[in-house]
């Protein structure tokens, strides 16, 4: 049984514990300016957000990349794993860093938490960037026909078995993941051990799926019912949507039709050559096009 110091990798950035929505979560942080808080998906943590926060900090934001509730040093709570509730946990954590709003940049489920965020706490987001994230109510689409997301979205349906596959040899269920999603080239080896490691941390393995349990079984009950009748509301602040042009998991002519429910300003950035992962398989154009949209934003206000 490892602890959860794998979350704690040594870099520029400094490493500190935030209380928010009842719960303690780990941020790593760098840079002075307007906030910016990235939300990584499944199945990372914190780190993979790495090389854009140096381009972020480095353009003079304040880059914070969270641990999301179950995930690498942050609380593993019995409940909170809906999006509704995961939601808060960050527009909480952004009252909690100080600031009253924030740029939001997710990838994965943490793309679904920050549309969430626009809906349930829209005074909290300034603007989104959506990485590798349809609109929740878009993202059904990516299962059909099904693909790797699809059949691992289905099985992690079944109890106690998927958290035991994931745990396996060492967590080498994660590195295939990482593979099968992403595009030839990547990951390294580097990233394959750090994310095998930080599924080490006890409860993550079974936390993370708890994610894939609510987005699935939902959409048959009450509570999933009134949150997608919540998501109908039109995006009105700016939106960026960042997607891999050879994403397996969701095709980018899925996560494209989220235009549909966006009324401000939006755009679209293709990422040539890159899977389900781009703010790592092609970190420094991911970098560079979150920098010069935010710039953009800012402009736009001052």
């Known amino acids: 049984m490892l602890d959860d110091s794998a979350a704690y990798v040594d870099g520029p950035w400094t490493h500190r514990t935030v209380g928010a929505a009842g719960a303690r979560f780990h941020v790593a942080e760098l840079g002075e300016g307007p906030l910016v808080l990235l939300l990584h998906g ?70 679904l938490i920050g549309w969430t965020m626009t809906a349930y706490h829209p005074g909290t987001v300034r ?5 590798s994230a349809p609109h929740p109510r878009r993202a059904a689409r990516a299962l059909f026909p099904p693909g790797p997301g699809a059949g691992h979205m289905l099985r992690a349906q079944v109890p106690i078995l998927p958290e035991h596959r994931l745990l396996a040899d060492g967590c080498v269920r994660v590195g295939e993941l990482l593979d099968a999603w992403s595009a030839p080239g990547w990951p390294d080896r580097e990233a394959e051990e750090r994310y095998r490691l930080a599924f080490s941390i006890p409860k993550v393995s079974h936390c993370s799926l708890e994610y894939h349990r609510w987005i699935f079984r939902s959409r048959w009950r009450a509570d999933g019912l009134r949150y997608a009748h919540r998501m109908r509301a039109p995006v009105r602040i700016p939106v960026l949507q960042l997607h891999g042009s050879l994403d397996p998991v969701c095709p980018p002519k899925v996560a494209r039709s989220s235009v549909r429910l966006v009324s401000g300003p939006y755009r679209w950035v293709s990422v040539a050559d890159a899977g389900h992962f781009p703010q790592e398989e092609r970190p420094r154009h991911v970098g560079e096009a979150l920098v010069g949209w935010v710039g953009e934003i800012d402009g736009e206000r001052r």
């Open 127 to 131: 603007a989104l960037a959506a990485v």
């Open 42 to 111: 499944f199945p990372q943590f914190w780190w993979t957000w790495r090389d854009q926060m140096s381009a972020l900090a480095e353009a003079g934001y304040r880059a914070v990349a969270v641990d999301l509730r179950g995930y690498g040093a942050s609380d593993k709570t019995p409940r909170g794993y809906d999006l509704v509730g995961l939601a808060q946990d960050m527009a909480g954590l952004v009252r909690a860093l100080g600031s009253a709003e924030a740029v939001v940049v997710g990838h994965g489920v943490g793309g």
